[in-house]
């Protein structure tokens, strides 16, 4: 069973950054891709940014050359940092941890991201 924590959401304005961490615990981390995914209210969540156990990463179009996906292995934590944020971007932020052996998958509980003036 893998815990995931998020952290570093907040209110910023439009144009600003934020870098979001998501904390993994236990399970071996490498064994794991790891994803962020949004939720705006009355849409449904939609994939972010992807990272593989190897490192490949790829993002929603609405995000390339904005945000960038990043993981620590030895700190078991995963990161999104998000620059020229629009007030789009606002929306609940997950982490999800899927196993590469397996089919087993785990979400955090979210953090809140609202960019406006």
């Known amino acids: 069973q893998v815990q995931l924590v998020e952290s570093g959401g907040g209110l910023v304005q439009p144009g600003g950054s934020l870098r979001l961490s998501c904390a993994a615990s236990?399970?071996?981390?490498?064994?794991?891709?790891m994803a962020w995914y949004r939720q705006a209210p009355g849409k449904q969540r939609e994939l972010v940014a992807r990272?593989?156990?190897?490192?490949?990463?790829n993002y929603a179009d609405s995000v390339k050359g904005r945000f960038t996906i990043s993981r620590d292995n030895a700190k078991n934590m995963t990161y999104l940092q998000m620059n020229s944020l629009k007030p789009e971007d606002t929306a609940v932020y997950y982490c999800r941890a899927n196993y590469e052996l397996g089919f087993n998958s785990y979400w955090g509980q979210g953090t809140q991201v609202t960019v406006s003036t």
């Open positions: 236990g399970g071996i981390f490498s064994h794991y891709s």
């Open positions: 990272i593989s156990s190897g490192g490949s990463t």
